[in-house]
């Protein structure tokens, strides 16, 4: 690495024109190492928006007890899965960290104590979908994690002190699935559009509060019915898409893509917040 490019990654970044946020519905890990419509969505959305400075990714698959940033200058690729084939163990994804984000995001949160975190690195959640939108893995790439002990309301206002990140270039991701329940997942239809009626019911009255900033409903969503209750048994999935909507300001606008349901129990909407 070349020592300007370190002092790039390591210098406190200059105001930018207002960054778009981004939530991503993942799906399978491997969706990291196959050719179909929604990595192909993930990449048209990296070809829309201007070369962020940093991304801050908010993935479904680090749950801690508080919440954390990660703040080593090479987070390391983790394979948090089991049960895939050996290439999708073989991928790394070798983007840099950025401390100086990392303290930076701790210094803006201020309703509670934010830790710094050098052995996470890079999950899934995080690395699956961005290396197709940023393939050369130049970009520095921090993860912010899930505070299990919280609820939805504590998440969605935490999101909005980190509002100011979007003036510096940096790229807020929430990475998981609107729907998403495994238990319930129609193994005969991996691979294809299909969607129990629940699964449909949750995932078109979310469109609908999404597209109306109708918000509140969301962030009570154990009040909001069975179909709800069976799309998010757990929240951790759900959780980084109200962090990217935390982040919607009152003229911003706001684009569904990837919206298709697949094996029954699970659906890859995905939507992009952009300043007009």
């Given amino acids: 690495m070349k020592l300007k490019d370190l002092e790039k990654m390591t210098a406190p970044m200059n105001n930018t024109a207002k960054m778009p946020v981004l939530f991503l519905g993942h799906g399978s890990p491997m969706n990291a190492i196959e050719e179909n419509e929604f990595v192909q969505g993930f990449r048209k959305v990296g070809r829309e928006i201007q070369k962020p400075n940093a991304i801050l990714c908010i993935s479904a698959h680090w749950e801690t007890r508080g919440t954390f940033v990660t703040a080593m200058q090479n987070p390391r690729t983790i394979h948090d899965f089991g049960g895939f084939p050996q290439a999708l163990f073989d991928v790394q994804y070798p983007a840099p960290g950025n401390p100086e984000l990392a303290r930076e995001t701790q210094q803006l949160i201020t309703t509670t104590e934010v830790g710094l975190d050098d052995k996470w690195g890079l999950d899934h959640g995080a690395w699956s979908v961005i290396k197709h939108m940023y393939p050369d893995a130049d970009i520095p790439v921090i993860q912010m994690s899930i505070d299990y002990t919280q609820p939805a ?56 509060y999404i597209l109306n900033g ?42 569904l893509f990837n919206d298709k349901p697949v094996a029954g129990s699970l659906t890859m909407t995905s939507f992009k917040i952009d300043a007009i």
């Fill in 153 to 208: 309301s504590y998440h969605y206002a935490l999101a909005k002190q980190i509002n100011r990140l979007r003036d510096k270039g940096v790229l807020i991701i929430g990475s998981g699935n609107m729907v998403h329940n495994l238990r319930k997942v129609a193994w005969n239809k991996l691979n294809e559009e299909f969607a129990f009626d629940w699964a449909t019911e949750a995932n078109e009255t979310m469109k609908k």
């Fill in 214 to 255: 109708n918000h509140q409903p969301l962030i009570d969503f154990k009040s909001q019915g069975t179909a709800f209750d069976l799309a998010i048994p757990t929240p951790e999935h759900y959780l980084p898409m109200l962090y990217a909507l935390a982040l919607k300001e009152e003229n911003d606008s706001i684009t």
